[in-house]
Structure formats: structure tokens, C-alpha cells
């Protein structure tokens, strides 16, 4: 395991290399980026939609497993995911590698691709191949997508914060590791926990609003208004509650 100091260091060094990528490079990875969690979140709707709802907490701990695979796969083969980005391109931000143009530009882009690998998943793999559209999984769907989008505007966004901070975590732990089965472990256990709480993730909810609405149970009016809050506050956690306050935390040791 690398120190705080040699972590921080990392951070930085993958948030100058994600700004140098090609456009092309961002559109594809962004693209497997969206893809990949929307995966994890298909997983998830199938591994819990025939748990009673009185076994609430056992579905949520369940669901969690299986979740963090989309982000190991972004992680370990290459892929490139908005929320991630908010903290190692923060490190970089922060340490003057970059400005705050390059920052959201970077996010702009990203995100975009990101939502048209979530859409794609919701649409061929959820509704045209079925795995979203048969019982009980549709009205898991529509449920779990209620679920985000009825929440209120500070609600969300403070949700967004939470997520994003154990996200931003995930991919800190990643940095950390020196081998494959240590990144898996920093990976999946912050990403686990997440799912489980209930927070809210931007693109995670690209994938499920989406999905409801291909099923008739949701409104992209209803996905826009809780898309802004939660992004939003995924911003903050990734880039004040990790990038900032670890930047902070070790910069004296920080070779700028």
C-alpha cells in the first residue's frame, strides 16, 4: 500500500494524464464508462427485485455486492466515469496542473458519454433484450427510479455529497494499491457501502431513470430535475470532501 503522500501524488499524476487523452479516447472510454456502471446497476435490479420489501436492509446489502463491478472494470481495464474524474482531475486542479476550464471541459464531455453508455445499457440491454421489462424487474425499476427522483432538491444534492465522497474514496483506495486484488478491495467495499446507504450517483441514475422511463414508469423531465442536484453535489464530495481536504492534508510533501 502506497503512503497518503505517494497516493496524493498518484492522484494528480492520472489527472494530468486524463485531461491529455484524445477527444476520441474520452468519447470511447467515457462511453465504456457509462456502459459499465449501468451494468453494475442492471446487476443489481436483478439480484434484488424478487426480495420482499420487508427484507429492505438484506436487499440493499445484496444489491451492494454486486454493484461495484462497474467501477473495478473502469478502474483495472480503462474506462473513464464522471464522478471518478471529479477527484483525480481535483488533485490536479489543485496542485496547478490544470485550471478550472480543463476541469469542466473534462466533466462536460465525460459525462456526456457517460450518459450515452447508461441510456444505450437501459435501452438495448434493459428494454429491448427484456431484462428490464419483464416482472418483477420493471416494477423494480420504476420503483428504484421513484425513488431518486422524488427526493428534494437539497435532499439529492446532499445525497450526491455522501455518494461522491465514498466514490472519490474508491478510486483514492485504487491509487493506493499496488496490486489487482488490493485494488479490488479498495474499490468494492466504499462502493458497497453507497449502494447500500442509498446514496445518490449522476450517472448510476442515467442508467435507472432512464430505464423506468423506456418502461413507462418515469418522465426526463423528472431525470433532469434530479439529474442537476445530484451532480451537483457530486462535485462537492468528490472535489472538496476527497481531492480537497487530502490535497490539503499532504501538499507539504507535495513536489509541485
Known amino acids: 500500500m502506497f503512503t497518503p503522500e505517494e497516493i496524493l501524488q498518484k492522484s494528480i499524476g492520472a489527472g494530468v494524464n486524463k485531461l491529455k487523452k484524445t477527444l476520441v479516447a474520452k468519447m470511447i472510454l467515457g462511453f465504456i464508462g457509462g456502459a459499465m456502471i449501468s451494468i453494475g446497476f442492471l446487476a443489481y435490479v436483478r439480484v434484488t427485485a424478487s426480495i420482499p420489501s420487508n427484507l429492505a436492509s438484506v436487499k440493499a446489502l445484496v444489491g451492494g455486492t454486486v454493484f461495484p463491478i462497474g467501477l473495478i472494470v473502469i478502474l483495472l481495464a480503462g474506462g473513464e466515469l464522471a464522478t471518478g474524474n471529479m477527484m483525480a482531475v481535483g488533485t490536479s486542479l489543485f496542485s496547478k496542473k490544470n485550471n478550472w476550464f480543463d476541469y469542466f471541459k473534462n466533466l462536460a464531455i465525460i459525462t456526456l458519454f457517460n450518459f450515452i453508455g447508461a441510456v444505450f445499457v437501459a435501452y438495448f440491454f434493459g428494454h429491448v433484450a427484456g431484462l428490464t421489462h419483464a ?122
Open 135 to 256: 416482472e418483477p424487474f420493471r416494477q423494480a425499476v420504476i420503483g428504484i427510479a421513484a425513488g431518486k427522483t422524488g427526493a428534494g432538491f437539497w435532499s439529492a444534492f446532499v445525497s450526491g455529497i455522501g455518494c461522491n465522497w465514498l466514490v472519490g474514496l474508491a478510486v483514492w483506495l485504487s491509487f493506493g494499491a499496488k496490486d489487482a486484488a488490493g485494488k479490488i478491495l479498495g474499490i468494492w467495499f466504499p462502493i458497497m457501502i453507497f449502494v447500500a446507504v442509498g446514496f445518490q450517483h449522476s450517472i448510476a441514475n442515467c442508467f435507472i431513470i432512464p430505464a423506468a422511463i423506456f418502461e413507462g414508469g418515469s418522465t426526463w423531465w423528472l431525470f433532469i430535475q434530479n439529474f442537476v442536484p445530484v451532480f451537483l453535489g457530486n462535485i462537492v464530495g468528490g472535489l472538496v470532501f476527497v481531492a480537497g481536504f487530502y490535497y490539503l492534508s499532504y501538499k507539504t510533501k507535495n513536489a509541485d
